[in-house]
């Protein structure tokens, strides 16, 4: 199992979808919230999601064709 560091934007018409709920029914995936800040226009989230290599990408080309943006992060902010 691999686990990557991630922030992740999300746009305002996702606001209000269950997207990490689809993405851990989906592709079986563990996420670790680590902070998020979301209002009614701007969400983000930084987290540790964690998979088999191959469910990862799958999850991560899902999220991106969402219009979510991904940024891997080396260092992570508590």
Do not use: C
Not at 8 to 24: D, G
Not at 44 to 60: N, P, R, T
Request: net charge negative.
């Amino acid at each position: 199992m691999t686990t990557q560091r991630l922030e992740l934007t999300f746009p305002e018409k996702l606001i209000k979808k269950p997207v990490l709920y689809e993405l851990v029914r989906e592709y079986d995936v563990i996420p670790n919230i680590r902070r998020a800040n979301v209002d009614e226009h701007f969400g983000w989230i930084i987290l540790e999601l964690s998979g088999e290599d191959e469910v990862l990408e799958q999850a991560l080309e899902y999220l991106s064709a969402m219009g979510i943006e991904i940024e891997h992060l080396d260092s992570f902010v508590e």
